[in-house]
C-alpha cells in the first residue's frame, strides 16, 4: 500500500519595498539610490532594544526627512547616547545644521 502525504511550505518572498518617508514603492529588492538606516534610544534595559527601528529611504531628501523625525523622537535620550544611522545625535544635529 502507498501512503501519500501533503505538504505545505510557507516561504517569505520579497515582493516590494516602500519608502518609510514618502510611500514610493520599488519591485528591485535593492533599488539604485534607496538606503536603509536605524535609531535606538539606547536606553535602559530590554527598553533600548525595543526602541530599535528601521527605515527604507528612496531618496536623499527622504534620507533627510527620516533624521529628522527621527532626531525628534530621540531628543529626549541624547544624553543615553542614542543613535541614528550609527552616529550619535550631536553629529546628526550638525549634519543637519550643515545641509541647510
Known sequence: MIILKQKTILQDTFSELACDICGKKSRKQHPKGWYQFSHSHQGWANDSLDSLESFDV?????????????????????????????????FVKDLLKHLK
Do not use: F, N, P, R
Not at 60 to 88: N, P
Open 58 to 90: 528612496c531618496s536623499v531628501g527622504c534620507y533627510i526627512k527620516g533624521l529628522q523625525s527621527s532626531l525628534k523622537e530621540l531628543k529626549d535620550y541624547q544624553d543615553s547616547g542614542a543613535e541614528i544611522d550609527d552616529k550619535d545625535l550631536w
